[in-house]
């Protein structure tokens, strides 16, 4: 296929988590997911509640949408989802125009998939999901994933929810040491109105103690999702 399944470009914004927080960047939400996470905060992109907003796109359309969004007033782009590790070549062909143009690029994945773009990537955050999803890591891909990326433009990124999760990330953490790795705390209800900024808040409170407490997590960065701090549920940020 050489179209890209696109479900919203938006921006520009600000990324809210993980490695590049803090960053002005746009983003480009792909269609689909082989995960079913049971809190996921996108599950628009694969529960068919949105599949009317489904659009497939070249990678030259997806450029002039996000040229005619952002202007000049952007050098870098986020590929999130979904899984973008779902889609193929087309996507090699996106990031080649983005660089051709100098933008920088991140992708959002939960380490499930390989493909040969990911070595193209700027600054790749990689989210295996810990018990509280529902699903199961293979450690066996995420191995292999791993091994065949350049450690200096990657991160490993771990949702925790409750003691299980944190016992998870820390597993994980102690698996791939050298790779730098962020705890983030779980926004429980993802579709809750009004200002959530307090609950999540708190979330962060016992999450930072775990880790303060913890001398395995020595190394660790834990962190809110800072978009949600600000901006509560909002879609489209
Ligand atoms: C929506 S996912 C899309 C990319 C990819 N499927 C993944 O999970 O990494 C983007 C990021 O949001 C995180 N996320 C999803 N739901 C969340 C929630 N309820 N609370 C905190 N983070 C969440 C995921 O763990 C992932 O790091
Ligand atoms: N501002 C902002 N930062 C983000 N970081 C990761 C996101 C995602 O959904 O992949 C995300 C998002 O949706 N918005
Ligand atoms: S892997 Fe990512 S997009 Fe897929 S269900 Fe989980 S959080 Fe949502
Ligand atoms: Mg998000």
Same mark, same amino acid.
């Given at each position: 296929m050489s179209k890209i399944p696109v479900i919203e470009i938006f921006g520009p914004?600000?990324?809210?988590?993980? /490695?590049?927080?803090?960053?002005?960047? %746009? *983003?480009?939400?792909?269609?689909?997911?082989?995960?079913?996470?049971?809190?996921?905060?996108?599950? *628009?992109?694969?529960?068919?509640?949105?599949?009317?907003?489904?659009? &497939? &796109?070249?990678?030259?359309? #997806? *450029?002039?949408?996000?040229? &005619?969004?952002?202007? $000049?007033?952007?050098? $870098?782009?986020?590929?999130?989802?979904?899984?973008?590790? &779902?889609?193929?070549?087309? /996507? %090699?062909?996106?990031?080649?125009? *983005? $660089?051709? $143009?100098?933008?920088? #690029?991140g992708l959002e994945t939960q380490g499930s998939r390989w493909q040969e773009w990911f070595t193209l990537v700027d600054d790749l955050t990689i989210s295996p999901k810990p018990p509280s999803s529902g699903m199961k890591t293979d450690f066996d891909v995420l191995d292999r994933i791993i091994e065949n990326l350049d450690e200096n433009r990657m991160s490993l990124k771990v949702v925790v929810f409750n003691d299980e999760d944190f016992d998870y990330s820390r597993m994980v953490h102690k698996r791939y040491p050298s790779i730098d790795f962020y705890v983030s705390v779980g926004n429980k209800d993802p579709y809750e109105t009004g200002d959530i900024s307090s609950r999540l808040l708190n979330s962060l409170d016992w999450l930072w103690s775990k880790v303060i407490e913890d001398p395995e997590m020595n190394n660790v960065r834990a962190l809110p999702q800072l978009h949600a701090l600000v901006w509560a549920n909002k879609r489209g940020v």
């Amino acid at each position: 296929m050489s179209k890209i399944p696109v479900i919203e470009i938006f921006g520009p914004t600000i990324q809210g988590e993980g /490695m590049v927080i803090g960053r002005k960047t %746009m *983003f480009v939400r792909t269609a689909g997911c082989d995960y079913r996470c049971a809190w996921c905060d996108s599950a *628009f992109t694969w529960d068919g509640s949105e599949k009317d907003n489904i659009r &497939l &796109l070249t990678p030259s359309e #997806v *450029f002039q949408e996000l040229k &005619l969004l952002g202007s $000049h007033n952007f050098n $870098h782009v986020t590929i999130s989802g979904g899984n973008p590790a &779902l889609i193929g070549k087309p /996507m %090699m062909e996106l990031i080649k125009i *983005f $660089h051709e $143009h100098d933008i920088r #690029v991140g992708l959002e994945t939960q380490g499930s998939r390989w493909q040969e773009w990911f070595t193209l990537v700027d600054d790749l955050t990689i989210s295996p999901k810990p018990p509280s999803s529902g699903m199961k890591t293979d450690f066996d891909v995420l191995d292999r994933i791993i091994e065949n990326l350049d450690e200096n433009r990657m991160s490993l990124k771990v949702v925790v929810f409750n003691d299980e999760d944190f016992d998870y990330s820390r597993m994980v953490h102690k698996r791939y040491p050298s790779i730098d790795f962020y705890v983030s705390v779980g926004n429980k209800d993802p579709y809750e109105t009004g200002d959530i900024s307090s609950r999540l808040l708190n979330s962060l409170d016992w999450l930072w103690s775990k880790v303060i407490e913890d001398p395995e997590m020595n190394n660790v960065r834990a962190l809110p999702q800072l978009h949600a701090l600000v901006w509560a549920n909002k879609r489209g940020v």
